[in-house]
């Protein structure tokens, strides 16, 4: 069973930058692709930024094209999304979150709160 636990996020102002830590614990993440998602209040959720296991393939929102970066670390516990640049409208609580390449398996984080002021 994976476990995943989100960490970084915080208030900061419009232009400054943050990075979120997706730590996991319980499997290693090998065949899994890891992905960023984010939910602002009274919207739905949406798919930020996503790296697949094997080969690395990352794939970004548009929006966010540009100023974020998502990474992975050697050992593969640890999913990373740099983000830079931030806007009022990235004010949201972002989430982990790992689905199994080879079947059955999707695990979530429980988000950590983004808040970008004006």
């Known amino acids: 069973q994976l476990q995943i636990v989100e960490s970084g996020g915080g208030l900061v102002q419009s232009g400054g930058s943050l990075r979120l830590s997706c730590v996991t614990s319980g499997s290693d993440l090998d065949y899994f692709f890891i992905g960023w998602f984010r939910q602002a209040p009274g919207k739905e959720r949406e798919g930020i930024s996503c790296?697949?296991?094997?080969?690395?393939?990352?794939a970004y929102a548009d929006f966010v094209k540009g100023r974020f970066t998502i990474s992975r670390d050697n050992a593969k516990t640890t999913v990373s999304l740099e983000m830079n640049s931030l806007q009022p409208e990235d004010t949201a609580v972002y989430y982990c979150?790992?689905?199994?390449?080879?079947?059955?398996?999707?695990?979530w984080g429980q988000g950590t709160q983004v808040t970008v002021s004006s």
């Open positions: 979150n790992a689905d199994s390449e080879l079947g059955p398996g999707n695990y």
């Open positions: 790296v697949s296991s094997v080969y690395g393939n990352i």
